[in-house]
């Protein structure tokens, strides 16, 4: 069992930068490939940027290629989702999720089988 807790989550103006962290508990938690989704009410939840369980291998959403960055310590069992050049569009709950089979980043949620409670994103203009 995997346990995640987001935080870093705040208002911040357009143009502005976030971190949000993602602290994994569970023995095995380091060997996960770790994922960042994010949900607007009422929609499904999207992709926004993947990494494999070593840190070797990113994959990001093109709507947030060269703003947002995915990294981790694993020493830590930490993910984080670095934040800039925040656009309005990017306001959202934001997820982390775990997926245990150490396969390919799947951009889907289905393939991730923890989640965390979600930390709001609100980008103002």
């Known amino acids: 069992q995997v346990q995640l807790v987001e935080s870093g989550g705040g208002l911040v103006q357009v143009g502005g930068s976030l971190r949000l962290s993602c602290a994994a508990s569970?023995?095995?938690?380091?060997?996960?490939?770790m994922g960042w989704f994010r949900q607007d009410p009422g929609k499904e939840r999207k992709f926004v940027a993947g990494?494999?369980?070593?840190?070797?291998?990113?994959r990001y959403a093109d709507s947030v290629k060269g703003r947002l960055t995915i990294s981790r310590d694993n020493a830590k069992s930490t993910v984080y989702l670095q934040m800039n050049s925040l656009k309005a569009e990017d306001s959202a709950v934001y997820y982390c999720?775990?997926?245990?089979?150490?396969?390919?980043?799947?951009?889907?949620?289905?393939?991730?089988?923890?989640w965390g409670q979600g930390t709001q994103v609100t980008v103002s203009s």
């Open positions: 569970g023995r095995t938690a380091s060997s996960y490939n």
């Open positions: 990494i494999t369980a070593s840190g070797d291998n990113t």
């Open positions: 999720g775990a997926d245990p089979r150490g396969w390919m980043i799947t951009q889907f949620p289905r393939g991730y089988d923890y």
